[in-house]
């Protein structure tokens, strides 16, 4: 039998997910035995110095007797992030001046001392020496 003739015995279902840098492939494939199961696949592109790029790839494989604690979990970890954090993003890549609360107290601690500083230098003029 051709690879081709395998892929298509393999692979029964697929959907894809894109989500910025990261694609997510959610497939259904088939055992030698001809049962079902599930891999997720996450790719993420990076971009080497060069300009040309390359995709690392994590691969889950989720089995039937598996999916009910799966999605139990999953479900349970979700709404557990939305109920504590909302479903507003935040984060550096979709707010560009966003600070973690240590980055803004160091920021207001040094234009502090700056005004500090600036109030405390004396001007001296050279001509004087």
């Known amino acids: 039998m051709s690879d081709y003739g395998m892929m298509e015995k393999d692979e029964i279902f697929s959907k894809v997910l894109r989500a910025g840098r990261r694609t997510y492939f959610f497939d259904v494939r088939a055992t030698k035995a001809g049962d079902y199961y599930l891999t997720i696949t996450e790719s993420k592109k990076f971009t080497n110095d060069d300009g040309s790029f390359h995709y690392k790839k994590h691969k889950i494989y989720l089995y039937k007797e598996d999916f009910a604690g799966f999605n139990e979990i999953l479900s349970e970890m979700t709404s557990y992030i939305l109920e504590?954090?909302?479903?507003?993003?935040i984060s550096e890549r979709h707010q560009k001046d966003y600070q973690t609360p240590y980055e803004s107290e160091q920021q207001s601690v040094t234009s502090d001392s700056n005004e500090e500083t600036a109030e405390s230098f004396t001007n001296i003029n050279f001509d004087d020496i």
């Open 84 to 89: 504590e954090k909302g479903e507003e993003v």
